[in-house]
């Protein structure tokens, strides 16, 4: 653009030329890109409120919260074909075997669903709200890594 504002090498006489597409396809872009942040804001914002029931260990019950207030360590209660915000550790089942099936569509792209297993120890002694107050123990984790097939750690 700026080797036509030169006379001699010019084919434009002087002048820019190419300055009013280039401003418009610059000012596309940055209405596109605006447009598109826009509404991953506004979709991280609804995923965010999506509700999820939270085990309370005052009064020993579950109660309806919100993922953007999740932390680690809540116990949550996952219905059949319900959406779950994070990683989970998967302490009790009502499938044979201790065996759910989670659907990893988001964080892969595949639709087939994954076999799940809870903890065989955890699994028969928290099957209801009352069994859950005396939970407790320690994770240990393996450090952040690409390995979403695989998992290392360790419950006490």
């Not at 959406?83 to 998967?90: A, C, K, N, S």
């Amino acid at each position: 653009m700026f080797m036509q504002m030169v006379d001699f090498i010019s084919i434009s006489d002087g002048k820019p030329a190419m300055l009013p597409p280039m401003i418009f396809v610059i000012v596309t872009s940055m209405l596109k890109d605006g447009y598109e942040d826009y509404k991953r804001h506004r979709d991280d914002r609804a995923e965010n409120e999506e509700l999820t029931e939270v085990y309370n260990f005052e009064k020993g019950i579950f109660h309806f919260c919100e993922w953007q207030y999740l932390q680690v360590g809540d116990i949550v209660r996952v219905q059949r074909d319900q959406y779950f915000p994070e990683d989970m550790l998967l302490i009790h089942t009502t499938g044979q075997g201790g065996v759910a099936y989670v659907e990893t569509k988001m964080l892969d792209g595949e639709s087939n669903l994954k076999m799940k297993t809870a903890i065989k120890e955890l699994n028969p002694h928290y099957t209801d709200e009352a069994s859950l107050k005396n939970f407790a123990g320690i994770l240990g984790c393996e450090v952040p890594n690409n390995q979403i097939y695989k998992f290392d750690g360790t419950f006490c």
